[in-house]
Nanobody, 118 residues
């Protein structure tokens, strides 16, 4: 399974960005994607969960992004999105997409840089 992220970039504090992550691969013809999520890793810090969403649409957010970020997905397109509003400099990190595929395991994207200037 390949996960391709897009939508990162440089934005001023208070601005918005929308990340997208599309999953593809022949195995997806036979197995479904369960949870999808976004993680981030800032320099010198551990990777942390930002938001996750189940195939049924249940969501989970890190406390630091609640009320500012929204995760959604399009199951027909095997795509997950992260709408990020009211961005803060502390949101600066490399954002990684994650997908858990039934009977196969979990997969990671290559990461996309998000930089928020003050």
């Amino acid at each position: 399974v390949q996960l391709v992220e897009s939508g990162g970039g440089l934005v001023q504090a208070g601005g918005s960005l929308r990340l997208s992550c599309a999953a593809s691969g022949s195995i997806l013809r036979f197995f479904s994607i369960n949870d999808m999520g976004w993680y981030r890793q800032a320099p010198g810090k551990q990777r942390e969960l930002v938001a996750a969403i189940t195939s049924g649409g249940s969501t989970n957010y890190a406390d630091s992004v609640k009320g500012r970020f929204t995760i959604s997905r399009d199951n027909a397109k095997n795509t997950v999105y992260l709408q990020m509003n009211s961005l803060k400099p502390e949101d600066t990190a490399v954002y990684y997409c994650n997908a858990v595929v039934t009977a196969s395991g979990d997969y990671w994207g290559q990461g996309t840089q998000v930089t928020v200037s003050s």
